[in-house]
């Protein structure tokens, strides 16, 4: 369930920082895509310092914020990554 969380949480992530920065905004597709990767990303790296919840594994309150923010977090910098390198070679 984690894991749901943290790539649905990462594609609106990814998005979001597309529309909000529309010099990376890569369309929907591949906004969500890199989202997606990224609040894969964000959720794992959180799971292994330990951030990423209950130490139980529940699904607390805490845990599920968490996972949204790692997620959404992760998805917004893998897409700004993607974007900037595909800016990049365009030049």
Same mark, same amino acid.
């Given at each position: 369930?984690?894991?749901?969380? @943290?790539?649905? /949480?990462?594609?609106?992530? &990814?998005?979001?920082?597309? *529309?909000?920065? =529309? *010099?990376?905004? #890569?369309?929907?597709?591949?906004? /969500?895509? /890199?989202?997606? %990767? @990224?609040? =894969?990303?964000?959720? /794992?790296?959180?799971?292994?310092? &330990?951030? @990423? @919840?209950? !130490?139980?594994? =529940?699904?607390?309150?805490?845990?599920?914020?968490? #996972?949204? !923010? &790692?997620?959404?977090?992760? =998805?917004?910098? %893998?897409?700004?990554?993607?974007? !900037? %390198? *595909?800016?990049?070679? &365009? *030049?």
């Amino acid at each position: 369930m984690e894991l749901i969380l @943290g790539l649905i /949480s990462g594609a609106v992530g &990814g998005n979001v920082v597309g *529309k909000v920065i =529309g *010099k990376l905004d #890569q369309g929907t597709l591949i906004n /969500s895509l /890199s989202g997606i %990767v @990224g609040g =894969g990303l964000g959720g /794992s790296i959180l799971g292994m310092i &330990g951030a @990423g @919840g209950d !130490a139980a594994g =529940g699904m607390g309150i805490g845990s599920i914020i968490s #996972q949204v !923010a &790692g997620g959404g977090v992760g =998805g917004g910098v %893998v897409l700004a990554i993607v974007g !900037a %390198v *595909k800016n990049a070679m &365009g *030049k």
